[in-house]
């Protein structure tokens, strides 16, 4: 989306994308969707039935111990087929759900290999009888139409002890990846690229140049250099990305190429779901470029699988993470779409629940971390102020305090954003004007009202520059739906959510409440881990979809970038300790805990910036979470045992 921002002083403007957020979702007020009838009935779909974990408390504990140092389970990691023997659905109440849509004259079922869902093929009819419901189509204000159950779907007694959710009834979706992008006319930059890379010492493929930093760039900020200089390389390791948009790996190896990084030959493999995706402009497939570039240029010899499905029904996210950890070839996981978790209350569904879809993602987190596979998500690019960035935004809409899923989730890696240090005046933003030249000292929690507060001083503009920039920044705050994990309970600077948080709709003739969070709930805390996420200090990417000529483009950045980091580290830190690294959440905050900050830890502490709403200070914080990496010391901490 373009964000023109008129000046009144020069005849130009600050442009920022913050791109793979479509039209779409744009909303008016979730009341005002017009019903267009019933869809047609014999219209084809398709249906994942997520069914019931058991033994979920003794999987949590299984959970724990296998990434406590000195427990007798630690880093005994489990198969797929041990996980569905033991905490699986059965055979027989696998049988009986398949009975039973075999009643309603669905008889195309799969069954994965986890035992926690049957994917089936019938029509629309066929499942709004066996769910009790009617599927209607709607159209937004904006003009977008989608389908979606017009009355809860309910769950047949028959069932209703085995059956969690049903996914894919709804095309109503909500999903975006968490990626942004910072444009301008001109670039306040270093005087030369040769002074740049200049300084760029420590590896070979940086640059040195915010916003053309690339992925030797990162090795430089966060240590990672010895271990490349220790022979650890990736070999050996599979990354997994997650998707929901096509992309061209071509890209991926020119990227590679281009910042001179040899990289193992024909590591990508695409497994699409849902029948995959076709690569269009604009809708997300820059995403899946940088998803690619970023991890295995980490970690350049890792094999690397792309689950990449479709962004059209709230099953297709659902079918690709299912099969991505079912299949238990990746060793790290990582995606960087998501959505407000809010968008699926009630509220938000003209009088549905969507969180089983919640739920369906909380099962198969529980398998990867039980299989040991470290799984990471964005935090999103809305600062505290998730709903913002998908159109809930003032003077319309209030703005409360809300965090992005699955990133929400306690059982992935919350990944979160900062700001590099840099220097900018106004030419850097418009290209002209001059203007004193600030800096960023230090790398901060990331949030744009840095920005919008230099503006305000040296070109203010009617209304103010912060309503213009309002909530570009890392992700980050407190859930409101999953409560707090046992790993943050000793953790200093753990919030709780506050009061007064509502959606208000101020668009009508009065205004109108459409939610209202609790305060001062327990919930979980995020993110958990940040990198440099700030487009202003941000990366090159290499995209012939999006730019068909020359192909690349500077100035992207996002926690889009921070999940596929952090899984490209992981890689890397497989190979370096020989076994699979299990869900860093228990690991990371043990080690802050016990061991903070300082000269040999694991982190750096982020003490400066905010995300609009929650500060960098000593400590974990909302904002940046416990901090960024120094990845040779965490290495260092995994292979001692603690």
């Given at each position: 989306m373009h964000m023109n921002l008129q000046r009144t002083a020069l005849a130009t403007s600050l442009t920022l994308l913050l791109t793979g957020l479509s039209t779409a979702s744009l909303a008016a007020a979730p009341q005002t969707f017009t019903d267009l009838g019933a869809t047609a009935k014999s219209q084809p779909v398709n249906v994942t039935l997520v069914l019931k974990l058991h033994n979920q408390a003794a999987l949590e504990d299984y959970i724990q111990r296998s990434v406590?140092?000195?427990?007798?389970?630690?880093?005994?990691?489990?198969?797929?087929?041990?996980f569905a023997e033991r905490y699986g659905a059965t055979a027989s109440e696998i049988a009986r759900v398949q009975a039973f849509l075999k009643q309603q004259g669905i008889s195309s079922t799969t069954v994965m290999s986890n035992h926690l869902a049957i994917e089936a093929t019938g029509t629309l009819s066929q499942f709004s009888a066996a769910f009790q419901t009617s599927?209607?189509?709607?159209?937004?204000a904006d003009g977008r139409q989608?389908?979606?159950?017009?009355?809860?779907?309910?769950?047949?007694?028959?069932?209703?002890?085995?059956?969690?959710?049903?996914?894919?009834?709804?095309?109503?979706?909500?999903?975006?990846?968490?990626i942004a992008r910072a444009d301008r006319i001109g670039a306040f930059k270093l005087p030369n690229k040769t002074a740049a890379f200049a300084q760029a010492k420590g590896n070979s493929t940086a640059t040195g140049i915010p916003e053309e930093y690339t992925v030797g760039d990162v090795a430089n900020f966060y240590n990672i250099n010895p271990l490349y200089q220790a022979g650890i390389n990736g070999?050996?390791?599979?990354?997994?990305?997650?998707?929901?948009?096509?992309?061209?790996?071509?890209?991926?190896?020119?990227?590679?190429?281009?910042?001179?990084?040899?990289?193992?030959?024909?590591?990508?493999?695409?497994?699409?779901?849902?029948?995959?995706?076709?690569?269009?402009?604009?809708?997300?497939?820059?995403?899946?470029?940088?998803?690619?570039?970023?991890?295995?240029?980490l970690a350049p010899q890792a094999n690397i699988r792309v689950y990449e499905a479709p962004n059209i029904t709230n099953g297709?996210?659902?079918?690709?993470?299912?099969?991505?950890?079912?299949?238990?070839?990746?060793?790290?996981?990582?995606?960087?779409?998501?959505?407000?978790?809010e968008d699926l209350f009630p509220q938000m569904n003209g009088g549905v629940d969507e969180t089983g879809i919640l739920k369906a993602f909380h099962q198969i987190f529980l398998e990867a971390a039980a299989q040991g596979i470290s799984t990471f998500a964005a935090s999103g690019d809305s600062g505290a102020y998730d709903l913002v960035r998908e159109g809930f935004d003032s003077p319309t809409y209030s703005t409360p305090l809300t965090v992005d899923s699955p990133s929400d989730d306690a059982y992935i890696t919350s990944s979160g954003g900062t700001t590099r240090p840099f220097s900018f005046n106004i030419t850097y933003f418009f290209g002209s004007g001059g203007g004193p030249t600030e800096s960023i000292k230090h790398e901060q929690v990331w949030g744009w009202d840095y920005i919008a507060n230099y503006l305000n001083a040296y070109d203010p503009i009617p209304g103010g520059w912060r309503q213009q920039l309002f909530s570009s920044g890392g992700g980050g705050g407190v859930s409101i739906y999953w409560q707090e994990p046992f790993y943050q309970l000793l953790t200093r600077g753990i919030r709780r959510s506050e009061p007064n948080q509502s959606l208000i709709y101020y668009g009508g003739s009065a205004p109108q409440t459409i939610f209202t969070l609790p305060a001062n709930f327990a919930g979980r805390n995020v993110p958990d881990i940040?990198?440099?996420?700030?487009?202003?200090?941000?990366?090159?990417?290499?995209?012939?979809?999006?730019?068909?000529?020359?192909?690349?483009?500077?100035?992207?950045?996002?926690?889009?970038?921070?999940?596929?980091?952090?899984?490209?580290?992981?890689?890397?830190?497989?190979?370096?300790?020989?076994?699979?690294?299990?869900?860093?959440g228990p690991q990371v905050y043990l080690?802050?805990?016990?061991?903070?900050?300082?000269?040999?830890?694991?982190?750096?502490?982020?003490?400066?910036?905010?995300?609009?709403?929650?500060?960098?200070?000593?400590?974990?914080?909302?904002?940046?979470?416990?901090?960024?990496?120094n990845v040779a010391n965490f290495n260092t901490f995994l292979r001692s045992g603690f």
């Open positions: 406590t140092p000195g427990d007798p389970l630690y880093h005994q990691f489990l198969t797929t087929a041990q599927i209607h189509d709607y159209q937004s989608f389908h979606r159950p017009s009355t809860q779907p309910v769950i047949p007694s028959v069932i209703a002890d085995t059956l969690l959710s049903a996914a894919g009834l709804s095309t109503d979706v909500k999903l975006h990846p968490n070999k050996g390791s599979t990354i997994g990305i997650v998707t929901l948009a096509a992309f061209q790996p071509s890209d991926a190896y020119a990227y590679w190429s281009m910042i001179g990084l040899p990289v193992k030959a024909n590591r990508i493999t695409v497994i699409p779901i849902d029948g995959g995706d076709t690569p269009v402009a604009g809708v997300g497939d820059d995403e899946t470029s940088l998803d690619v570039e970023q991890s295995g240029g297709n996210f659902v079918d690709a993470f299912y099969a991505a950890v079912s299949d238990n070839i990746a060793d790290s996981i990582s995606t960087s779409w998501g959505q407000a978790e940040s990198l440099n996420a700030d487009p202003e200090s941000g990366y090159t990417l290499v995209d012939s979809v999006d730019f068909p000529s020359p192909g690349v483009a500077d100035g992207y950045g996002g926690t889009s970038f921070v999940a596929p980091q952090l899984n490209g580290i992981t890689a890397l830190l497989r190979q370096g300790n020989g076994h699979r690294i299990g869900l860093w080690l802050q805990n016990f061991f903070g900050y300082g000269v040999f830890s694991p982190f750096n502490d982020i003490t400066a910036g905010d995300n609009w709403f929650y500060f960098g200070i000593p400590g974990y914080e909302p904002g940046a979470g416990i901090g960024t990496l």
